[in-house]
């Protein structure tokens, strides 16, 4: 006699309503409710990737979804090129006046050529000061 490797009861894919036997190391690890990788796809929460992580981008402490985090990305983007071919030049930290490790900083997503230069340290400092008070923990 064969080892069976699917069930032999008979499920209904969540996602295309398809009639299917699952694998039984699927049910086991309780799993087994889509037909396929495709269906799972499908039936997965949107934005969830197929490791059960969030797919997209946390930002000021806050899950923002994808067409938001596009935006963002596009401005960080832009702002790579333009420092690649010249159009926008690094300056010192507005805080403290360094020149090492100064990144560009968005008030303005919509504005993605108008930036911050604060070094490492106080861009995080920026960014926690503006995380709590989005949590409505300063003012």
């Keep these: 006699m ?6 032999t009861e008979v ?6 309503g398809q009639a299917f036997r699952p694998w039984k190391c699927a049910v086991k690890a309780g799993k087994g409710h889509t037909c396929s990788k495709r269906c799972a ?8 990737t197929a490791h059960g992580k969030r797919s997209g981008r946390y930002i000021h402490g806050f899950y923002v979804n994808n067409k938001e985090a ?27 006046g360094t020149t090492e490790k100064v990144e560009a ?3 303005d997503y919509d504005k993605p050529l108008e930036v911050r230069w604060l070094c490492f ?3 995080r400092e920026h960014h926690r000061f503006i995380s709590r008070r989005l949590k409505g923990q300063v003012q």
């Excluded at 499920?11 to 295309?16: E, K, P, S």
């Excluded at 796809?41 to 969830?48: L, T």
């Excluded at 090129?81 to 010249?86: F, P, R, S, T």
Aim: proline fraction near 4%; include cysteine.
């Design 70 to 96: 596009r935006h963002v990305l596009k401005a960080h983007n832009l702002v790579k090129e333009a420092l690649k071919y010249g159009r926008l030049i690094k300056a010192p930290c507005e805080r403290c």
């Design 41 to 48: 796809q499908i039936a997965r929460a949107p934005g969830v």
């Design 2 to 7: 064969a080892y069976e490797f699917r069930v």
């Design 11 to 16: 499920r209904q894919c969540q996602a295309c």
């Design 105 to 107: 900083h968005h008030d």
């Design 121 to 123: 340290t106080h861009h």
